[in-house]
Nanobody
Framework: QVQVVESGGGLVQPGGSLRLSCAAS????????LAWYRQAPGKQRELVAS???????NYAASVKGRFTISRDNAKNTVSLQMNSLNPEDTAVYYC???????????WGQGTQVTVSS
């Protein structure tokens, strides 16, 4: 049974930090591309960051320099360290595990991140 499970969301003040984690299991191998997406109210889901099995990462322009994606191939987990958060980062964050490019494959249930004073 395939499972993609996120954790680590919550409420944080502007300028603060949060770390999201995601564990993938079942038929998802460590060759999959792992990614984080987010969807804010009234907006389309957007790619935040992705990382390949060879640890090549890509970031959306809006988060570059503030967010860092990492993965542990042995544990089949991916994390997103988010620093210097601002209200525009408020969204539901989804973990994605895809055998090819980000956006295919399997999705987690999402975790809410709210940046507010």
């Amino acid at each position: 049974q395939v499972q993609v499970v996120e954790s680590g969301g919550g409420l944080v003040q502007p300028g603060g930090s949060l770390r999201l984690s995601c564990a993938a299991s079942g038929s998802i191998t460590n060759m999959y591309v792992l990614a984080w997406y987010r969807q804010a109210p009234g907006k389309q889901r957007e790619l935040v960051a992705s990382i390949t099995s060879r640890l090549t990462s890509n970031y959306a322009a809006s988060v570059k320099g503030r967010f860092t994606i990492s993965r542990d191939n042995a544990k089949n987990t991916v994390s997103l360290q988010m620093n210097s958060l601002n209200p525009e980062d408020t969204a539901v964050y989804y973990c994605n595990a895809s055998p090819f490019s980000p956006g295919g494959g399997y999705w987690g249930q999402g975790t809410q991140v709210t940046v507010s004073s």
